[in-house]
């Protein structure tokens, strides 16, 4: 019975979590949002301590439920184990607890958080690799068939859907949930639960807190027959029946040992004497502490000259052009907030419906979304990437908020720009702007029948990019937007 309330738990979840990460349309972040705001690294980057506590609580009184009902990839490792285990009657086999490298690697996260290396905690989050799975893989395969959908209704006169572009938005992204995916799936299929138990920082986190959990796995010394039975159907390879021990802080609560047993000999029930001493104190307080704490790293610019080139629209791609400053969303408030918080989980990528945000390829914020204008602008009506965020990198922002918030401002480069090098009008800059903070003025001055070029206010421009996005100059713009460390209110 427990090993079927797990399982369909642990579905539950898993499939609305991953119909969240597949939602391009952003309807349903409002109904299950909640599901990625409960995963542990976001909850710790946006300091909800209510969420730790429940998290950590939930896990001193059962064990790791978490591991094996609330993340998705614990579950998408279960599935990996299940296809590996097809055909085999005794799947696994226990093994030592490799305890070098799951507190090293535990080790190695808290420290990167602290200095900001931002990049080796996104690599090995639970939660955010799986969303980069997910929008790598699974988000085309949903996409390919809303689109197949559209074309289907519409030939019946229906519009119930809409097809959608689908690109690849990062090479490198893709290249890393493919080596993840490949990564996670060898382990599982070998030998079950090895990523969670022996890679995972976030299993060894809480490992810590479930060997003193109040109910855990236990073997009854008097009935057990040493038959090795509930060690061969162990995923997480904790159960030593030579020792009749569980190693609690790798146990993830499969119940697969509970159903093989047929002496009755193992049972889930409340531990012997479970002690809260001063030294799980200090460590609650340790890991709070750790949870809550700012990170000091800062992002430096690399400053390069942006080539200048020129063209016709219609032959060349626009590039995206080198920003000093990197540019954040809206309500994220600066660059250095949008690098200590984000987890790399791409659902404000998938969520984005103008093409503008993509994951990073810069080693300072390696898979963070970042903003570029080849595809679209970012509409100052859209806030749907605030309201997905779950770990507080983008800040819920209201559409006056955003529409008053100053992310970057415009550039105009005279040796790009249409008027001057073609001799023909243009003013789609001008004509686009949401804010008019583009005035177009004669290029000689004193001279109003001369064709018009572009200004700036800058205390006016919001840095939404729709000047960018829509000026005819290939393969550059020939105005494009600089990103601002800090945000403000204008």
């Known amino acids: 019975m427990l090993k079927k309330i797990r399982i369909s738990l642990a ?21 299950l949002g909640w599901m990625a705001k409960i995963q542990l690294l976001p909850a710790v980057l946006a300091h909800s301590i209510g969420i730790l ?41 226990f093994s030592p607890a490799k305890s070098w490298l799951r507190y090293g690697i535990l080790g190695l996260c808290v420290a990167a958080m602290i200095f900001g290396v931002s990049a080796v905690v996104s690599l090995l989050d639970p939660y955010a690799a799986y969303g980069r799975i997910a929008g790598s893989f699974f988000l085309p395969v949903w996409q390919w068939g809303n689109n197949l959908l559209a074309v289907i209704a519409e030939r019946v006169d229906s519009y119930a859907f809409y097809t959608t572009e689908i690109w690849i938005k990062s090479v490198t992204t893709l ?15 070998r030998n079950g639960r090895t990523y969670c138990n022996t890679i995972c920082p976030v299993g060894t ?39 009749l021990k569980v190693d609690h802080s790798r146990c993830v609560l499969c119940m697969n040992c509970i159903g093989k047993c047929t002496n009755n000999a193992i049972v889930y029930t ?37 080539k200048v080139d020129g063209g016709l629209a219609d032959i060349l791609d626009k590039k995206s052009p080198r920003r000093l400053t990197p540019l954040t969303p809206a309500g994220s408030k600066s660059a250095r907030h949008m690098k200590r918080h984000c987890t790399a989980c791409q659902l404000c990528v998938t969520v984005c419906s103008n093409g503008v945000l993509r994951p990073s390829t810069s080693l300072e914020t390696f898979m963070q979304p970042q903003m570029s204008y080849e595809r679209g602008y970012c509409r100052p009506e859209c806030v749907k990437c605030s309201e997905i965020c779950p770990s507080g990198a983008i800040k819920r922002t ?18 790009r720009c249409i008027p001057l090098t073609d001799a023909q009008p243009c003013s789609n800059c001008e004509r686009h702007c949401p804010t008019k903070a583009i005035t177009m003025v004669p290029s000689v001055a004193g001279n109003e029948e001369s064709l018009k070029i572009p200004t700036v206010n800058e205390e ?23 990103g601002h460390q800090m945000h403000r209110i204008i």
């Open 11 to 31: 579905v539950i979840f898993y499939v609305l979590i991953t119909l969240l990460f597949l939602d391009f349309t952003g309807t349903l972040h409002g109904w």
């Open 53 to 93: 506590l429940f998290l950590f609580l939930l896990t001193l009184l059962f064990g790791r439920i978490y591991c094996s009902v609330i993340c998705p990839l614990g579950v998408f490792q279960d599935m990996m184990a299940w296809m590996g285990r097809r055909g085999k009657k005794l799947p696994y086999s």
């Open 175 to 189: 290249i890393v949930a493919a080596a993840t995916w490949v990564v996670v799936a060898v382990l599982a299929w």
């Open 205 to 243: 986190l809480l490992g810590l807190l479930s060997r003193n959990s109040l109910f855990q796995i236990k073997i009854d010394e008097q009935k057990c027959k040493n038959c090795n039975i509930c060690a061969r159907y162990c995923k997480a390879a904790c159960i030593d029946y030579k020792e």
């Open 270 to 306: 409340r531990g012997v004497s479970p002690k809260t001493n001063e030294g799980r104190k200090r460590f609650l307080a340790t890991s709070m502490v750790m949870a809550t704490s700012a990170l000091q790293a800062q992002i430096i610019p690399k400053a390069t000259d942006i």
């Open 398 to 415: 209201s559409k006056e908020e955003k529409s008053s918030t100053q992310i970057g401002h415009a550039v105009w480069v005279r040796e």
């Open 460 to 482: 006016l421009c919001i840095g939404c990019g729709a000047c960018e996005y829509l000026c005819p100059s290939r393969p550059l713009s020939a105005i494009y937007v600089e």
